[in-house]
């Protein structure tokens, strides 16, 4: 282990490295500043790019992307009064107070402080837990796998979704799209329909390109006459560090924010916005002056930057100790490990100890950098969200979305295929499916059909097929998680009647 940790720092040592995740920052900033773009978009649009690279320059750039992604939505949340990405949902309740009464620049840098101080909890979580969830996954065996992927599927079509229903809908239907092609265990060609092309399953980041990028870019289009208006700012001499000064002397607003951002990034599918509105609740609750909330005070903008970039840490403990995404973006860092050859759990941190170290130590690297890039670009950064057309936007998006498809196996049934999801998401979209439980029913299909398959077999050569299923003691609280989850949207509308969720999410916080 220390051979590999040491294998891992000569990994972020390396210039290209340093690079990437400067320009892996950078780029999720800007993504996340313009309002229509998320996180999950950019990360899906990139990993195909990212198979050229070695898979520890791969991963180190997506984690940037995720992390600068994040944290560029408080610009437009901020000096616009709309959410780059969902997860800056409720810092624009105190940010665009802040910037319209002049305060804009304090806004910008109690934002970008909160967000590195967050970022950086997130990742210590992350590094802490994740390595002991990791040697527990060894005790897993084809029936925890099997329940494991109900859990998954279980939580994620139920918050992802206003509609239960419609939720538990789309996890079924990417479970169908997972049957698609030859059989993992048996080796039979299934749905086909004749195309050789189909014979190998559906390329799953054909499918996640095209259910979460091509339906933005028509939503984008659509709103394509919509204007916004700049609060401008300067930045003046002091401000940036008599902030930062007051930001450190609130370590109980700031723990307290990372702490819940990384309980919730842990439970599948929450997402950045409930993390965000249940720390800012909180913060509200502890205050002894709560009425200024919503005015324009930097302790809004703290608590929810602090725990929406430490969710981001979150959600990568059950990826990758369990393969479970706790978040749509994350959910396309697994399909890119499983891409690598990178199965999450003991594995990771096993054989492939010295890439999943160099990833983690990367997050910490990658939240330093948007301290410098946060201040110092801020003003570009802010005019990017007005001066960045939707008739150059969408058609450079479309462009990265077909030559990512391609460039996976140099198929233009690929292409085809994408363009089809895209549809199928844009149409669901509408109805209100969300993509989200249709892409984990595809990733997890696989896993979920395997364990059942293999479990069966098992079952019968010890003579009983239920004690298989149902006396294992790992099983069995795995089958408690999945009853939990699903009765999960029923706890959280009673909790919702009683005052809790003071402002309603809108389910908007699962677009990544």
């Not at 065996?141 to 419609?166: D, N, Q, R």
């Not at 014979?199 to 091509?214: D, R």
């Not at 996976?408 to 669901?428: K, P, Q, S, T």
Request: charged share 10%; net charge positive; hydrophobic share 50%.
């Amino acid at each position: 282990m220390p051979h590999s940790i040491f294998l891992a720092f000569g990994h972020l040592l390396e210039i290209e490295n340093l690079l990437l995740m400067l320009a892996g920052v950078t780029g999720g900033i800007i993504v996340g500043a313009l309002p229509g773009l998320t996180a999950t978009m950019a990360i899906a649009l990139l990993v195909p790019f990212t198979f050229t690279m070695n898979p520890a320059s791969g991963l180190i750039t997506l984690g940037a992307i995720y992390c600068g992604a994040i944290y560029g939505g408080c610009f437009s949340a901020i000096l616009i009064g709309t959410p780059g990405t969902p997860s800056a949902i409720a810092t624009v309740f105190d940010g665009y107070p802040m910037a319209k009464k002049g305060e804009a620049e304090q806004a910008i840098v109690t934002a970008t402080g909160s967000s590195v101080i967050g970022g950086l909890i997130g990742a210590a979580v992350l590094l802490s837990l994740s390595p002991l969830l990791a040697e527990a996954a060894l005790k897993f065996g084809p029936p925890e796998y099997f329940w494991m992927a109900v859990f998954g599927l279980t939580i994620i079509a139920t918050l992802a979704s206003k509609s239960i229903l419609k939720g538990l809908i789309g996890g079924a239907f990417g479970l169908l799209l997972s049957t698609v092609g030859m059989s993992p265990i048996a080796g039979d060609v299934r749905f086909s329909f004749g195309l050789p092309a189909l014979q190998g399953g559906i390329e799953l980041m054909t499918a996640m390109i095209g259910f979460f990028c091509i339906p933005e870019v028509l939503f984008m289009v659509e709103e394509r006459g919509k204007s916004y208006t700049l609060i401008s700012y300067k930045r003046q001499r002091g401000v940036t560090l008599s902030t930062l000064a007051k930001l450190v002397r609130k370590p109980i607003l700031l723990i307290r924010s990372a702490v819940i951002g990384a309980i919730v990034g842990i439970i599948p599918g929450a997402g950045g916005n409930i993390a965000g509105l249940v720390s800012y609740n909180e913060a509200v609750r502890a205050s002894k002056t709560p009425e200024k909330f919503g005015t324009g005070i930097m302790e809004g903008v703290a608590a929810s930057e602090t725990s929406n970039n430490s969710e981001v840490g979150g959600s990568l403990v059950p990826l990758l100790t369990l393969g479970i995404p706790g978040a749509p973006p994350a959910a396309v860092l697994l399909g890119a490990l499983l891409l690598q050859g990178m199965r999450p759990g003991a594995e990771l941190y096993t054989v492939h100890a010295e890439i999943t170290y160099a990833f983690l130590f990367s997050l910490f690297v990658a939240n330093i950098l948007m301290l410098p890039i946060g201040i110092f670009g801020g003003k570009a950064f802010a005019r990017l969200i007005t001066i960045v057309p939707v008739k150059l936007l969408a058609p450079t998006v479309t462009f990265l979305c077909v030559i990512g498809s391609f460039a996976i196996r140099n198929n233009i049934m690929d292409v085809a295929f994408m363009l089809l999801c895209g549809l199928f998401g844009y149409v669901g979209k509408k109805l209100g499916f969300h993509p989200g439980p249709i892409v984990l029913g595809l990733i997890l299909g696989k896993i979920c059909e395997t364990g059942l398959v293999q479990s069966m077999l098992m079952g019968k050569a010890s003579g009983s097929t239920w004690s298989m299923f149902f006396a294992r003691p790992i099983s069995l609280l795995l089958i408690l998680l999945c009853l939990l989850s699903a009765m999960w949207p029923f706890i959280a509308s009673a909790l919702k009647k009683r005052g809790y969720f003071a402002i309603d999410s809108t389910g908007e916080g699962n677009r990544g």
